[in-house]
C-alpha cells in the first residue's frame, strides 16, 4: 500500500543557498528548518529529500564529498531531534564537465525520477504527497509527479525562472509549508 509523505528541496529549503555547496563545514541550517522538519516527525510523515547535485556534474565535488555534505546534514538536523528517511540526488547534468555524468538524465528535476524512486523503495505516492521547493523546477518536478506543490521565499524563492509554473500555494520558509501540511493533513493521521 502507498503512503504520502513530504519531498523537500535541499538548497534554498533546508539548508541556506550556496553556489554549488562543496564542503561539509559549510552547511548551514535554514533558521527553524530543523525544528519544522521535527515536527513532520513527530507526525509520522515521511521526510525525503530530492536535490539535484549538478556541481558534482560540473567537478565542484565528488560524490564522496556529497555524502560527508549529507552526513552533516543529518547531523545538524539530529541535533534537534529531527530526522530524514531517505535523501535522493542526482549528479547529472547535460552540459557536465565529468563526462562520466554528462547526461540528461529522468532523476534531474524537473523530472520525476527521483520522486518515482521514492515511490518504488518507500512506498510513498508523488500523488497523495507535498513537495516543497525553491525554485521553479522544483515546482515542475513535483507538478509532474501529482504533489501538492509548495513554493518557500527562501532560497532562489522561484525567481529562477527556468520554467513557467505555478506552485500550490508560496509561503515565507520551511516552518511555514510544514503548518500549512499538518494543518491541511490533520484529519489524515
Given at each position: 500500500?502507498?503512503?504520502?509523505?513530504?519531498?523537500?528541496?535541499?538548497?534554498?529549503?533546508?539548508?541556506?543557498?550556496?553556489?554549488?555547496?562543496?564542503?561539509?563545514?559549510?552547511?548551514?541550517?535554514?533558521?527553524?528548518?530543523?525544528?519544522?522538519?521535527?515536527?513532520?516527525?513527530?507526525?509520522?510523515?515521511?521526510?525525503?529529500?530530492?536535490?539535484?547535485q549538478?556541481?558534482?556534474?560540473k567537478?565542484?565535488?565528488?560524490?564522496?564529498?556529497?555524502?560527508?555534505?549529507?552526513?552533516?546534514?543529518?547531523?545538524?538536523?539530529?541535533?534537534?531531534e529531527?530526522?530524514?528517511?531517505?535523501?535522493?540526488?542526482?549528479?547529472?547534468?547535460?552540459?557536465?564537465?565529468?563526462?562520466?555524468?554528462?547526461?540528461?538524465?529522468?532523476?534531474?528535476?524537473?523530472?520525476?525520477?527521483?520522486?518515482?524512486?521514492?515511490?518504488?523503495?518507500?512506498g510513498?505516492?508523488?500523488?497523495?504527497?507535498y513537495?516543497?521547493?525553491?525554485?521553479?523546477?522544483?515546482?515542475?518536478?513535483g507538478?509532474?509527479?501529482?504533489?501538492?506543490?509548495?513554493?518557500?521565499?527562501?532560497?532562489?524563492?522561484?525567481?529562477?525562472?527556468?520554467y513557467?509554473?505555478?506552485p500550490?500555494?508560496?509561503?515565507?520558509?520551511?516552518?511555514?509549508?510544514?503548518?500549512?501540511?499538518?494543518?491541511?493533513?490533520?484529519?489524515q493521521?
Open positions: 500500500m502507498l503512503n504520502w509523505g513530504v519531498f523537500l528541496d535541499r538548497d534554498g529549503v533546508i539548508v541556506k543557498q550556496i553556489d554549488h555547496l562543496n564542503r561539509a563545514e559549510d552547511l548551514e541550517l535554514i533558521d527553524g528548518a530543523g525544528e519544522a522538519i521535527a515536527r513532520l516527525n513527530e507526525a509520522e510523515i515521511p521526510v525525503i529529500v530530492v536535490t539535484n549538478a556541481g558534482v556534474a567537478g565542484y565535488l565528488t560524490i564522496a564529498e556529497l555524502e560527508e555534505i549529507h552526513a552533516r546534514l543529518e547531523s545538524e538536523l539530529a541535533k534537534g529531527a530526522h530524514i528517511d531517505a535523501i535522493y540526488y542526482c549528479p547529472h547534468h547535460p552540459q557536465a564537465t565529468v563526462t562520466e555524468y554528462l547526461k540528461d538524465c529522468p532523476c534531474r528535476k524537473p523530472g520525476t525520477g527521483m520522486l518515482d524512486r521514492a515511490r518504488d523503495e518507500h510513498i505516492d508523488p500523488a497523495l504527497s513537495l516543497v521547493g525553491d525554485s521553479t523546477g522544483d515546482i515542475l518536478a507538478s509532474r509527479a501529482g504533489c501538492r506543490t509548495i513554493l518557500v521565499r527562501t532560497g532562489y524563492a522561484g525567481r529562477d525562472g527556468l513557467e509554473v505555478k500550490d500555494l508560496v509561503v515565507t520558509d520551511l516552518a511555514a509549508a510544514v503548518d500549512t501540511i499538518l494543518a491541511e493533513t490533520a484529519d493521521r
